[in-house]
């Protein structure tokens, strides 16, 4: 719980400190979100049940629907434990605002190298980002629900947009 609580309140100061800056984004940049992204981030990964401390990275790629605030991909993490985690998923993006996404991955998850023993798998993932030309880096916190276990991660984002 400790854990968690200071996660969401780091979380919540990033968002807040930030508006102005994003406010400012959105104002000066006239161009929209790229059509294309492709993002990696890492993070360090608690497991509920377990009680364990991991690191994982996760790779995307989403198409952005241009003048709309709506993305969608594909994406798949690694969490680097001795169960070998593996999520593939279906990358549901929502923009509120320029700077901050909302990802939404249904999926299947599986350990090691045994596809053939998939099951379902949900993470919810924000983002927030600073933008740099069609560069971005940012913080990411996630939730996951896997079959084993439930797991929350706070890492970096980096991505890049064509």
Same mark, same amino acid.
């Given at each position: 719980k400790t854990i968690l609580s200071f996660i969401l309140l780091a979380s919540t100061i990033i968002i807040c400190a930030q508006e102005s800056h994003s406010k400012h984004n959105e104002h000066s940049h006239k161009h929209e979100h790229q059509k294309h992204e492709l993002g990696i981030s890492l993070s360090p990964v608690y497991f509920f049940k377990e009680k364990e401390l991991s690191i994982a990275t996760h790779l995307h790629y989403v198409y952005n629907f241009p003048a709309t605030r709506f993305g969608i991909g594909v994406g798949y993490e690694r969490i680097f +434990?001795?169960?070998?985690?593996n999520f593939l998923g279906i990358e549901l993006n929502y923009r509120p605002i320029r700077s901050l996404t909302l990802n939404l991955s249904p999926g299947v998850a599986f350990e090691g190298d045994h596809f053939d023993e998939k099951e379902f798998a949900m993470h919810f993932e924000s983002v927030y980002e600073f933008e740099f030309e069609s560069f971005h880096i940012g913080p990411l916190l996630e939730l996951a629900y896997?079959?084993? +276990?439930?797991h929350i991660s706070l890492g970096i984002h980096i991505g890049l947009g064509f």
């Open positions: +434990d001795e169960h070998k985690h896997h079959p084993e +276990d439930f």
